[in-house]
């Protein structure tokens, strides 16, 4: 018997409405938890290092041991997707994200710390492919494919944003731990809700023998892992340092033999070199990490600016931003509607000018919080919710069977590792100025300059006919 008949007979049937209601709901959970987890943790570094016993040049592995194994294995998390089925992922990742979750939150030293918070960057690059490549095996294309997409693409960004107030929230008010062990509960219901609902995607069928490009599997992962790592050494060092140029330089050989083992040794590649003949992959993939820089600087940058210049406690700075969440999740929504009028790839160009708009005017970093971080901050989240789900629809579309994974899997790789890269450059760029306001304002100032990258980029992606308006 069949899983999904032998799922239909242990409980009631659903509507297809609610069924793919539900499935919405999930993936978009699940994907929650794994950007939240890239920001959760800034308020609370303070806290933790005075409790465990941090040095300050120990603490910055907190936030990096997940963002390293988080961009490294994103690739291989949505290959495996394709080969294992997305269902069975998607609880392996959140088995493994929740488990290291209580790890974490239970530590009781420094390496026990930043190696649970590395397994959990294992987790998250296991889950987050396959909550995007549920939405697209689930939905085929048009208006329904768009919402969905359009929901993940909000709660991915606002996953960022509440990360600064729930975790001033649960630190202040329980302790630092509980910004790991809320995970927990969590996490628990997901497995419970995908087992019982999710169905496995009949395109997993069959692939297994297809077996992983090993070979493949270690050099993009080594070389992701080490030049994000030389990036995240530089502000602290200089990027003519040693501690940031050999990993940075071991990092392009490693991706260099990569490409070479792609196109020439692997019989099953990790990523088909063939893909980025598509113009919607390279250019959607493109404007994804050129986005990936400019928005975790900008949460990053306005953090800092609240707290240092304007004297914000940790949940003030929190609260600040709920008026930038909001915009995030309206701009989502309009999407819907604007894509069967305007295009993804026109949207993605008025998108990109209004964000670039909003840095210019938030590199001025006018003094108050109305004219200084509200009015910009809803310029540049507006223009970042007009991209997201324009591009990951245009990326996506047109995928071969077996290829939903992979490409989801490029997505948030191009987004992980392009703010990972950003962000080092950007804070290199901070560092230079004469005040910390200046620094941050000629960093935004830069973070427009990739926005009119990204608006020139728009060029390199295909036209496509418009999405039916109808349901």
């Not at 296991?126 to 919402?147: D, N, Q, S, Y």
């Not at 330089?249 to 020439?264: D, N, P, Q």
């Not at 940790?314 to 009028?341: E, K, M, N, S």
Request: net charge positive; proline share 4%; glycine share 12%.
């Amino acid at each position: 018997m069949s899983e999904a008949a032998e799922q239909s007979r242990t409980r009631p049937p659903l509507t297809e409405h609610r069924a793919h209601l539900l499935i919405v709901v999930l993936a978009c959970l699940g994907q929650f938890m794994v950007v939240l987890d890239v920001s959760i943790v800034n308020v609370a570094l303070p806290s933790i290092s005075q409790d465990l016993g941090f040095t300050q040049a120990t603490l910055q592995w907190v936030v990096s041991a997940y963002a390293l194994t988080f961009a490294g294995l994103l690739l291989l998390g949505g290959r495996i997707a394709d080969l294992y089925g997305h269902k069975r992922i998607f609880i392996a990742g959140v088995v493994l994200f929740t488990g290291a979750s209580l790890l974490g939150g239970l530590a009781s030293t420094p390496g026990l710390l930043i190696a649970a918070r590395a397994v959990q960057g294992v987790g998250a690059a296991v889950l987050a492919p396959a909550t995007l490549t549920i939405l697209t095996t689930t939905f085929t294309e048009g208006p329904r494919r768009a919402k969905a997409i359009a929901s993940w693409s909000a709660v991915g960004a606002v996953g960022g944003a509440v990360g600064g107030l729930l975790g001033g929230l649960l630190t202040e008010q329980l302790s630092w731990r509980w910004i790991l062990l809320i995970n927990v509960p969590v996490g628990i219901a997901l497995v419970a809700a995908a087992a019982a609902f999710l169905t496995e995607s009949a395109r997993s069928h069959g692939r297994r023998g297809a077996g992983l490009d090993v070979a493949g599997t270690l050099l993009v992962t080594g070389g992701i892992s080490t030049l994000a790592y030389g990036t995240v050494q530089s502000p602290g060092h200089g990027w003519d340092s040693p501690q940031a140029l050999i990993p940075i330089a071991l990092g392009v050989v490693a991706l260099a033999a990569f490409v070479l083992v792609e196109a020439r040794v692997s019989r099953a590649p990790l990523v088909p070199l063939r893909l980025f003949r598509s113009r919607a992959v390279s250019g959607g993939n493109l404007v994804m990490a050129l986005m990936g820089a400019a928005s975790i600087a900008m949460w990053y940058f306005l953090s800092l600016h609240m707290q240092e210049n304007l004297g914000y406690s940790p949940v003030q700075t929190g609260l600040a931003f709920i008026p930038h969440t909001l915009t995030l999740i309206v701009g989502a929504r309009l999407c819907t509607r604007l894509i069967p009028l305007v295009g993804e790839r026109r949207l993605i160009g008025i998108g990109s000018l209004v964000a670039a708009a909003g840095f210019v005017w938030q590199g001025r970093m006018d003094p108050g919080y109305v004219p200084g971080v509200l009015l910009p901050g809803l310029l540049m989240c507006l223009g970042m919710a007009l991209n997201f789900t324009p591009v990951a629809l245009l990326t996506t579309s047109g995928a071969r069977d077996g290829e939903a994974g992979l490409l989801s899997g490029l997505l948030n790789t191009a987004r992980q590792v392009g703010g990972s890269l950003g962000l080092a450059a950007l804070a290199t760029v901070a560092a230079a100025g004469a005040t910390t306001s200046d620094g941050y304002g000629m960093a935004f100032t830069a973070s427009a300059g990739l926005m009119v990258v990204a608006f020139a980029a728009v060029f390199l992606l295909p036209r496509r006919p418009r999405l039916s308006t109808a349901a």
